[in-house]
């Protein structure tokens, strides 16, 4: 059975306080780690996929990387619109869809 | 492209009482999923289709029935609603069986069952 644990539950940084977000993960047979912002009241917005593990990928203020065991969100310099639910998803190749976790509330305070 | 469009935007219900849930994707997308979102819980599956006239069954199925007649179309039908059902709903789509494996998530349909 597929699992993923994301960590922390919650952070509260400072506006320009770089951190990261932790998703660890099982699955046989990794074809994708997925990440996702959610704003409240709206629908998961895709971040990034990583497929294999030394994987990078950047977006703005945001650097997703993937090892065989986990995957972290990088925020750099954050500002208060950052601030969200950030979603971690694994898909083990299977028509049963993702495995997500429970998310990161992220708080930018100015 | 609209995307993923889900309707209603919010519902109350009562108990018993019967209800559909419309998605719809212009992607041209195989695959189409629903999800369920719970305080303290990820989101969880529910129903899924990897195209029209195939569907299957997800983690948490019981109360809920699916269909898809159209690549576009993927209601997910209440049958006897009950407060254990209140919840936000999202329906999801993506490619199948191509290299492009991203799923995208409609808006969501807030449920209030009394």
């Known amino acids: 059975e597929d699992q993923v644990t994301q960590s922390p539950e919650a952070l509260r940084l400072q506006e320009g306080e770089s951190s990261s977000l932790n998703c660890s993960y099982t699955v046989s047979g990794l074809r994708g780690l997925f990440w996702y912002r959610q704003d409240p009241g709206k629908g998961p917005e895709f971040l990034f996929t990583l497929y294999s593990a030394g994987e990078e990928k950047e977006k703005e203020r945001l650097k997703a990387t993937l090892t065989k065991k986990e995957s972290f969100l990088h925020i750099t310099a954050p500002k208060p619109e950052d601030s969200a639910t950030y979603l971690c998803?694994?898909?083990?190749?299977?028509?049963?869809?993702?495995?997500f976790g429970k998310g990161t509330h992220l708080i930018i305070q100015p | 492209n609209a995307g993923v469009t889900q309707t209603p935007k919010f519902q109350v219900l009562k108990t018993g009482q019967s209800m559909t849930l419309q998605c719809a994707q212009d992607m041209n997308h195989e695959y189409m999923s629903w999800y369920r979102q719970d305080p303290g819980m990820g989101l969880r599956l529910i129903h899924y289709s990897v195209g029209a006239g195939i569907t299957d069954q997800g983690e948490v199925p019981n109360g809920y029935n699916v269909s898809r007649s159209t690549t576009e179309d993927f209601p997910l039908r209440l049958l006897s609603a009950a407060p254990s059902q209140t919840s936000v709903y999202f329906c999801a789509s993506r490619a199948w069986g191509r290299t492009e494996e991203t799923q995208y998530f409609g808006p969501g349909t807030r449920l209030l069952v009394l």
């Open positions: 998803a694994v898909w083990g190749g299977g028509a049963d869809g993702l495995t």
